[in-house]
């Protein structure tokens, strides 16, 4: 069967995710890795299904009284990474097609464990169920301090999660630090320049998923 390749990038907000994600989406065809045919999905989480996207919207900017507290949060994150799984990303790695994603199981961790103190076994339980087994061939985690990750967000105006407050951002940035550690992630100096880090998530696409590099996930 066919098998493709599931590279996720994990990071705090103002990281530099975005910018990375488009600069690989633009190299990632020509590469030399893909296989002939194969095609280039990129997605996110929350929303990388119509569903997902109805969940982001209530999630990140809920209406009125409407949003969520930390337990019905951390379900619905939940509920949207078992739709994007079964709807998008498996059907795009049985294909043979990469994925290429803008978060994953990882950010739940960090965020409502680490951040909002949820408990660790519920979230592990939960990742388990949503996924299905499916894990990230490359997690590239983009380290940036969180003093500049709040500089570059500049004067945008944050979502709901940004809005929590500094000591929660301040959480979830050691969470992710502790995340990478257990879960063998790649760090990637998010603080250098946008050229700079772009070199450096290809080098390691190359490294980890070229000729001779890691074998694919669970599926």
Known sequence: ???????????IDGCGKTTQLQALRDWLPSSGLMAPGAALLVTREPGGTALGQ?????????????????????????????????????????????????????????YQGHGRGLSMALIDQLEAIATGGLAADLTLWLDVPLAESIRRRGDRPADRIEASGQAFLQRVADGFAALAAQRAWHRVDASQSPDQVRGACRALVEQQLGVGGLSGPGR
């Open 1 to 11: 069967m066919p098998s493709g390749r599931f590279v996720v990038l994990e990071g």
């Open 54 to 110: 109805a969940l982001r919207q209530l999630l990140l900017h809920p209406p009125g009284e409407a949003a969520p507290e930390p337990t019905a949060e951390l379900l619905l994150y939940a509920a949207d990474r078992a739709q994007h799984v079964e709807q998008t990303i498996r059907p795009a790695l049985e294909r043979g097609d990469w994925v290429l994603s803008d978060r994953f199981a990882g950010s739940t961790t960090a």
